[in-house]
């Protein structure tokens, strides 16, 4: 993942879940990157004092992957041409 800090204020993201991480966020507007080796859920929050951000990442293992609307519907984009089950 690659994460910007937005905010002028110090942060520092941390992982939990399928992937263990703190990253440093010091610097506005400045990206930092993060590989995610492992498929899964990975909780994301602040270390700094902002303990009420939080986020979740789901991080899959292939290109394939969508979410569904509020109905159900779902769109996968950018598969090849083939007879799928």
Not at 15 to 24: I, V, Y
Not at 47 to 61: C, I, K, M, Q, T
Not at 66 to 73: I, N, S
Request: net charge negative.
């Amino acid at each position: 993942i690659k994460v910007v800090n937005r905010d002028p204020d110090h942060h520092m993201l941390r992982g939990g879940g399928a992937d263990f991480f703190s990253l440093p966020l010091p610097l506005p507007n400045h990206t930092q990157a993060h590989p995610m080796c492992r498929a899964g859920i990975v909780d994301l929050t602040c270390g700094a004092r902002w303990y009420w951000l939080h986020a979740h990442l789901f991080v899959v293992d292939h290109p394939y992957y969508a979410r569904t609307d509020a109905e159900g519907r779902f769109t996968l984009d950018h598969v090849p041409a083939g007879k799928y089950d």
